[in-house]
């Protein structure tokens, strides 16, 4: 599975964006997703993740600002963010598990064997 992130931006505070995640392969719909942040020095950070059967989890920094979804007729994974904050500001990853039809969800960036590049948000105050 190939991933290419993008749509990242510079945005002011309270602004929104929606990053979009292209993989390749006909088997999109069997593979979870998630989205990673990572700013310079640390580890990256678990965003959110959407399993194949479409049930989805929140690193608790973002729940209620940030929604993930996923278009399998499109092979594409979103990321909306709202309500963006100054700390928000990372790079952002796409990263894609294999999951068959099931409803896990990974957390760990140690388990997902696919990764895209990432698209920078900035977001000023």
């Known amino acids: 599975v190939q991933l290419q992130a993008s749509g990242g931006g510079w945005v002011q505070a309270g602004d929104s964006l929606r990053l979009s995640c292209v993989a390749s392969?006909?088997?999109?719909?069997?593979?979870?997703l998630g989205w990673f942040r990572q700013v310079p020095g640390k580890e990256p950070e678990f965003v959110a993740a959407?399993?194949?059967?479409?049930?989805?989890y929140y690193a608790d920094s973002v729940k209620g600002r940030f929604y993930i979804s996923r278009d399998n007729a499109k092979n594409t994974v979103y990321l909306h963010l709202n309500s963006l904050r100054p700390e928000d500001t990372a790079v952002y990853s796409c990263?894609?598990?294999?999951?068959?039809?099931?409803?896990?969800?990974?957390?760990?960036?140690?388990?997902?064997?696919?990764w895209g590049q990432g698209t920078q948000v900035t977001v000023s105050s």
């Open positions: 959407i399993s194949a059967s479409s049930s989805t």
């Open positions: 990263a894609a598990y294999f999951n068959g039809n099931g409803v896990k969800i990974v957390t760990s960036p140690l388990l997902y064997p696919y």
């Open positions: 392969g006909r088997t999109f719909s069997t593979y979870g």
